[in-house]
């Protein structure tokens, strides 16, 4: 049972009767030297540990009160011990970071808006101290010097170190998801497809030894990394198929092998076109065992893995030749010089630097491949499960249907039948493309 203590006197036997008792001033009255000021009630409860737990009021009520709440906290599994919530957000930020199950791609872009955004409004601070009227002044000062992507990802930082600070025991309520404060909106823009004219002209104008790259891009819908770190080994020819289960990024300053974004190995249809393009680039670019580094989605880079890589790097530099194709190399050496010469970007141009730059869109990088990929199976009637699987897609993300993960199958058919996309609305150029290849310009054949 609670109760509480008068810490200003303490209940002894009477010397002149012994079935009696007196109450005598303790040291911590003021008349024996106590501050007058000092808390004089002391609550007493238990813990869920079977331990006597305190603390000291001015006024009896509110001991009375606190103490009665705290037995009840009890009762209803509901107990906050009265230091947890004196915790430092920083601390508990850190650990937050190392329990995440991200991918070592990702789990640095965690670190870095942790470090920049919520350390220095946050950290210093003690968990139980935290208002929701703090959290939304915080994300709307940081709206007006970041974009939507940043305040997304420090939200779900700060909301996941809040929501551990209520599973372990520091403090009842997130501030966070508190209904005042709204979860930032990322800016969703829709894109469109690009139409397959634009697509073969792109490609034409790489340079011959990456022309496949954006073939790869759009006939199997693969990240850049995912393209660049293909081997000969993951095609079967006979099956129809190719197993996605790498790519190639810098993490720290190495590069390395890893697994594609989310760890999520794949197994993508073969179409028929895109078969005979990489048969015909293997032919004129043997592929050689090639080594780097894998990286695990946690812990330190282990032992090199040799792969047949079907893409070098063909330079003059002598530190990069024959190396593996750097994602930024092939971005601002051959991607954008292609559309440049398609006529989709302008020229290099002089920024406020005096730097020479392209022109940024989201709309013209390689990642429109993979969205003509998606776009094109899903006009074809190919099933969402379908799509999402071929793309590395999650179906346990928040807002996915349970019906999906549960009854999304994808069969043998629904392979064929994202081919048959892929053949019917990229290779149906496939006779200009060989009048391009017999030497007939690139512009002048897309518009025959």
């Known amino acids: 049972m609670a109760r509480v203590r008068d810490l200003w006197f303490v209940e002894v036997k009477d010397p002149n009767d012994p079935d009696k008792k007196i109450k005598r001033k303790t040291g ?18 238990i813990d869920p540990d079977g331990k006597e737990k305190t603390k000291a009021f001015a006024v009896k009520e509110k001991a009375k009160s606190y103490g009665a709440t705290k037995e009840a906290d009890v009762e209803r599994g509901e107990y906050i011990a009265p230091d947890a919530g004196k915790e430092l957000i920083g601390p508990l930020g850190k650990k937050w970071l ?26 210093h601070r003690q968990v139980q101290a935290v ?15 970041r974009g939507p992507g940043t305040q ?21 309520d997130n501030p966070v998801k508190s209904p005042i404060v709204p979860v930032p909106k990322q800016e969703h823009k829709e894109r469109k497809p690009w139409p397959v004219e634009r ?9 011959e030894p990456y022309r496949l790259i954006p073939t790869l891009g759009a006939g199997l819908g693969l990240r850049e990394g995912e393209a660049l770190a293909l081997g000969e080994d993951d095609f079967d020819f006979e099956a129809e198929t190719v197993e996605i289960g790498r790519q190639i990024v810098k993490i720290g300053g190495l590069w390395v092998f890893k697994a594609p974004k989310y760890g999520r190995v794949r197994t993508t249809p073969l179409p028929s076109g895109v078969a005979r393009a990489v048969k015909a680039h293997i032919e004129a670019y043997p592929p050689r065992p090639y080594a780097l580094p894998w990286m695990p989605e946690r812990g ?10 079907l893409f070098r790097w063909h330079g003059d530099d002598r530190r990069t030749h024959d190396q593996h194709v750097r994602t930024m190399a092939y971005d601002q050496g051959v991607w954008k010089p292609a559309l440049v010469k398609a006529g989709i970007i302008p020229p290099r141009a002089k920024n406020s630097n005096g730097r020479f730059v392209y022109v940024e869109s989201r709309e013209d990088g390689t990642h429109a491949l993979r969205h003509y990929y998606a776009t094109t199976l899903m006009d074809a009637g190919v099933s969402l499960a379908g799509v999402m699987d071929f793309l590395g897609h999650s179906r346990r993300g928040v807002g996915v249907p349970v019906t999906l993960g549960t009854y999304g199958h994808v069969t043998p058919e629904t392979f064929e039948q994202a081919r048959n996309a892929i053949d019917r609305s990229l290779f149906r150029l496939r006779a200009v493309q060989d009048q391009i290849s017999s030497g007939t310009g690139p512009e002048q054949a897309v518009s025959q």
Request: net charge positive; glycine share 8%; hydrophobic share 40%.
């Open 28 to 45: 911590r009255h003021p008349d024996r030297g106590g501050s007058k000021d000092a808390k004089r009630w002391l609550a007493c409860w």
């Open 98 to 123: 190392r329990l995440r199950d991200v991918g070592a791609t990702t789990l640095p872009k965690y670190e870095g808006a942790f470090r920049l955004h919520v350390e220095p409004a946050f950290g």
């Open 131 to 145: 208002r929701p009227s703090e959290v939304l002044e915080w994300l709307r000062e940081l709206g007006k010097k």
């Open 152 to 172: 997304f990802v420090a939200y779900t930082i700060l909301a996941g170190i809040f929501d551990l600070a209520v599973a372990d025991g520091m403090r009842k």
């Open 199 to 207: 697509i073969w002209l792109v490609s034409d104008h790489h340079a």
């Open 300 to 309: 330190p880079a282990e032992e090199e893995r040799a792969v047949k890589l």
